[in-house]
């Protein structure tokens, strides 16, 4: 499945004041492996797009670890209920492995789309994107088996099983890993 950014490569490619913009919001950054970005309980003022690179966003629910997304490359990630509400969030950001980011701060991004219509237009068809996302895994986890969940998840990001512990995997699913072993075979 593609990204966002390759979803949209005709419109970033024939915007080169758009490019010239973006990246000077950017600021590249790397961070080793399990590394914590962000911590609940505080304001989220950065958006991640990922170079190279695995990040998951996850919470702690009576001291279990759940995980509720994960980003690779060309992908972006945030605790996005703080990101956009500017309020304390409940989700941790943590490097699977080691990360290369391009980091860009609410404040700049926010200052980016205000300055230009055409700009907070690609920022509301980002969202749009977000949304939808978010909309299909709530949909996943309400309305498919977990058979079927892991088969989405093969078929959108297959390269996430190789790169990504079956405890995570697992959790992600909202199965046992033990459920996951039997998934899998």
């Given at each position: 499945m593609n990204s966002f950014f390759e979803q949209h490569a005709t419109f970033i490619a024939d915007n080169p004041k758009?490019?010239?913009d973006f990246q000077g919001i950017m600021h590249y950054e790397q961070h080793p492996k399990n590394?914590?970005?962000?911590?609940?309980?505080?304001?989220?003022?950065y958006m991640y797009l990922i170079i190279s690179g695995i990040a998951r966003v996850f919470y702690f629910i009576e001291d279990k670890d759940v995980s509720c997304h994960f980003a690779a490359e060309q992908e972006t990630?945030?605790?996005i209920d703080s990101f956009i509400q500017r309020k304390k969030s409940k989700y941790f950001v943590e490097a699977l492995e080691d990360l290369e980011v391009f980091k860009i701060a609410h404040s700049?991004?926010?200052n980016l789309f205000t300055s230009t219509p055409k700009y907070e237009r690609f920022?509301?068809?980002f969202?749009?994107?977000l949304y939808i996302d978010l909309v299909e895994r709530l949909d996943n986890l309400q309305l498919k088996?977990?058979?079927?969940r892991y088969e989405i998840l093969l078929?959108?990001?297959?390269?996430?099983?190789?790169?990504?512990?079956?405890?995570?995997?697992?959790?992600?699913?909202?199965?046992?890993?033990e459920t996951l072993s039997r998934i899998k075979k």
């Amino acid at each position: 499945m593609n990204s966002f950014f390759e979803q949209h490569a005709t419109f970033i490619a024939d915007n080169p004041k758009f490019i010239e913009d973006f990246q000077g919001i950017m600021h590249y950054e790397q961070h080793p492996k399990n590394t914590i970005l962000h911590e609940a309980g505080k304001v989220c003022d950065y958006m991640y797009l990922i170079i190279s690179g695995i990040a998951r966003v996850f919470y702690f629910i009576e001291d279990k670890d759940v995980s509720c997304h994960f980003a690779a490359e060309q992908e972006t990630f945030t605790a996005i209920d703080s990101f956009i509400q500017r309020k304390k969030s409940k989700y941790f950001v943590e490097a699977l492995e080691d990360l290369e980011v391009f980091k860009i701060a609410h404040s700049d991004l926010e200052n980016l789309f205000t300055s230009t219509p055409k700009y907070e237009r690609f920022g509301r068809l980002f969202l749009q994107q977000l949304y939808i996302d978010l909309v299909e895994r709530l949909d996943n986890l309400q309305l498919k088996t977990a058979q079927e969940r892991y088969e989405i998840l093969l078929e959108k990001k297959p390269y996430l099983i190789q790169r990504i512990t079956s405890k995570h995997i697992a959790s992600y699913l909202g199965v046992t890993p033990e459920t996951l072993s039997r998934i899998k075979k």
